[in-house]
């Protein structure tokens, strides 16, 4: 059974860190492209990171450009999101995502077949 799962959420002030994973089993992450999406309540769900098979490509949404590092151990089978001087508005739930090429396009959703459970995060003091 292909799986993604995310973990890393939690209760954050404004200006702390967290770092989220994502683990996959039953697939190897080697060949696919990984990205993050959020979603908060009532808005629709964001693009917020995308890292390529190889990691030498990585696209940032510019609410978070310079705060959030996206990287992958692709030895142990997982991506990380790396969130920096988090913010009220960046409370959300976090999904990553498997897309079925090996680069990104955050604009095609739809490219992205495999998706995990979602972990919350919250920011607020």
């Known amino acids: 059974q292909l799986q993604l799962v995310e973990s890393g959420g939690g209760l954050v002030q404004p200006g702390g860190s967290l770092r989220l994973s994502c683990a996959a089993s039953?697939?190897?992450?080697?060949?696919?492209?990984i990205g993050w999406f959020r979603q908060a309540p009532g808005k629709e769900r964001e693009g917020v990171s995308c890292i390529s098979s190889s990691a030498v490509t990585t696209y940032y949404a510019d609410s978070v450009k310079g705060r959030f590092t996206i990287s992958r151990d692709n030895t142990k089978n997982t991506v990380y999101l790396q969130m920096n001087a988090l913010k009220p508005e960046d409370t959300g739930v976090y999904y990553c995502a498997a897309a079925q090429r090996p680069m990104c396009n955050m604009r095609v959703v739809k490219l992205f077949a495999t998706w995990g459970q979602g972990t919350q995060v919250t920011v607020s003091s």
């Open positions: 039953g697939f190897t992450l080697d060949y696919y492209a």
